[in-house]
């Protein structure tokens, strides 16, 4: 089976999902700090789940946001992996 016909989409979706799960982290950090309008954790979770888990993860590491809560530390990594087979699986086909 030939993959690569999506391997320019999906890494333009990969930049494109980071950029937004770093904006979307900082920009919820920085809300935590004003008492501000927060990002719902359901939307972190969705942007996360389709593929901004990684530069989010390292977002929250950077900027000790939610790094306490394992809700979050926990399945973070197992969506890294799960991305990385992904891209294993339509780069090295």
């Not at 700090?33 to 996360?48: H, M, N, Y």
């Not at 939610?66 to 294993?88: G, Q």
């Amino acid at each position: 089976m030939d993959l690569t016909f999506l391997r320019t989409p999906l890494l333009v979706y990969f930049i494109i999902i980071s950029i937004v799960a770093v904006v979307l982290t900082a920009y919820d950090k920085s809300a935590s700090w004003k008492r501000a309008w927060r990002v719902p954790e359901r939307v972190l979770w969705t942007v996360a789940f389709f593929g901004g888990a990684l530069f989010m993860y390292i977002t929250m590491k950077i900027l000790h946001h939610k790094t306490r809560h394992a809700s979050f530390m926990i399945p973070l990594p197992v969506f890294i992996v799960l991305h990385a087979a992904i891209a294993w699986l339509v780069y090295l086909w």
